[in-house]
């Protein structure tokens, strides 16, 4: 199965602009959201899809808001969670005269499968996407409106989503899960009286337009001729906000459930700064580049020195990529070669290491080396996420639990016991991780609002009951 935890957005002009320069800067500042593909959708028209980054084609820019001009447009960045790298994978997909664009991951894609004619799975042969843009054609027909077919696929379909749909007669559509697993924005640009919604509010920064307001958990949005109309195909007021969007996704200018994400990255440094006083510490670092605002928060609050102590070398092929969501541990493992430390900055230094999180393990391990060899003379590695220690299936790329840092042959072991296992196995001379607790007062939204799946175990939100099993079969890698 294809699943996604991608970025999306969907671009309306009432005064017939068009809109493909707009969704091309879109999907731009979206990288941080999907590097393996990316695609653009107009009515009446197959979408195009590239493989790769969106400024990898930038000679074709032209030709393709040429070709492609409309008022009207979807598009998406693609990161994998389960299935291959290909350009068939890629999106927006068309069923009929629907395009779909999709961020998240629909977990009983099997079981909804069976509502559109069934199908024979492996980790390559269906998309989950595929699969709700066929039953959502399919109850379209049966009940007349979007609106009223989400009501009833919502009760059907278990996972995360944000939808954004075209359709042939000019409409643009939008549509978040009923507990807002991902995010998603809603802005306008004055000047070309365009409508746009996007998965972050970086999207509306990078075209000029301003933010509105989150789209709110279940709601469906509608650009057209007529103007733009919302209505609640879900009133659930449970919430699961991922909490990974907070520590690492999202990019940190942007805005989500009201809060800036540098900010709050900043102040879970501050207070992870006050769960681990480090009393010996001569320098904090940032692990390029999530994690920077939330080391600038920990020197802040250890009253130590804040400096650039690695630096990614984005010139070479593969250094300017974010290594977790590459689809391979060869493309990850190549782009941690390029963060490269500065002797000069910490070479006889206890140095504090600040990171986002800490699933694999691969970074860390090789960034622990690396600063040894260059000559750090105490590493200590503060994580701003909990231990992951269970499989993501609401759209983040850690499918198996096997993968996982925390994993120790199947074996129950305490909280210290996990850190001691993963400490050894990077070579920290100390490492400390946040607390879900911590995490969600930092971000500023109620713990019971937000998802810790990963951390806790706990599948209730997603609803399933899942049966953990191995990358390859996930995956097929």
């Keep these: 199965m294809v699943k996604e935890n991608c970025g999306v957005v969907g671009i309306f002009s009432s005064d017939g602009t068009n809109v493909i320069p707009m969704i091309i800067d879109a999907l731009r500042a979206l990288q941080h959201r999907g590097q393996e593909a990316w695609g653009v959708a107009i009515p009446n028209k197959p979408p195009l899809k590239k493989l790769g980054l969106v400024s990898a084609a930038s000679s074709e820019f032209k030709k393709i808001s040429d070709e492609y001009q409309s008022s009207c447009a979807i598009g998406h960045v693609r990161y994998s969670t389960l299935g291959k790298s290909n350009l068939e994978n890629a999106q927006p997909l068309k069923v009929k ?133 919302s209505e609640m195909f879900s009133n659930d007021k449970k919430r699961a906000h991922c909490s990974f969007e907070f520590t690492y996704f999202a990019q940190p200018s942007s805005k989500m459930e009201g809060h800036n994400i540098y900010v709050a990255r900043k102040r879970i440094g501050k207070l992870l700064a006050k769960k681990f006083q480090i009393d010996d510490a001569d320098l904090v670092i940032p692990v390029p580049d999530s994690a920077r605002p939330a080391a600038l928060g920990v020197a802040q609050g250890l009253g130590v020195e804040f400096d650039e102590g690695l630096l990614k070398d984005r010139y070479s092929k593969k250094g300017p990529l974010r290594s977790f969501i590459e689809p391979h541990q060869s493309d990850r493992v190549e782009i941690n070669r390029w963060i490269i430390p500065i002797r000069e900055v910490i070479e006889g230094k206890h140095v504090v290491v600040v990171d986002d999180s800490l699933v694999r393990g691969t970074s860390s391990r090789a960034i622990i080396k690396a600063l040894r060899r260059a000559g750090a003379k105490k590493i200590s590695m503060l994580i701003t996420f909990p231990p992951i220690k269970f499989p993501c299936y609401a759209g983040i790329d850690f499918p198996s639990q096997d993968e996982l840092a925390t994993f120790a042959d199947n074996k129950t072991l305490t909280h210290e016991e996990i850190v001691e296992k993963v400490r050894s196995d990077i070579g920290a001379d100390f490492l400390g991780y946040n607390d879900e607790k911590t995490l969600a007062e930092a971000i500023g939204i109620p713990l019971d609002s937000m998802c810790f799946t990963c951390a806790s175990g706990n599948y209730e939100p997603l609803g399933i009951k899942p049966e953990f099993k191995t990358r390859e079969e996930m995956k097929g890698d």
């Design 97 to 229: 005269d629907l395009c779909v664009a999709h961020n998240g991951t629909i977990s009983n894609v099997e079981e909804l499968s069976n509502l559109v004619g069934g199908c024979t799975f492996t980790p390559q042969n269906v998309s989950d996407t595929l699969v709700a843009a066929q039953r959502l054609v399919s109850l379209i027909s049966e009940k007349g409106k979007i609106g009223s077919a989400l009501s009833v696929l919502k009760n059907e379909m278990i996972g995360s989503y944000c939808f954004t749909f075209l359709s042939d007669d000019r409409s643009v559509y939008a549509a978040r899960d009923p507990l807002g697993f991902r995010p998603m924005v809603l802005g306008f640009k004055e000047d070309t009286n365009t409508h746009i919604v996007a998965s972050e509010s970086s999207a509306l920064s990078a075209i000029g337009a301003n933010l509105i307001r989150d789209v709110s958990p279940g709601e469906l949005i509608k650009f057209s001729d007529a103007g733009v109309e």
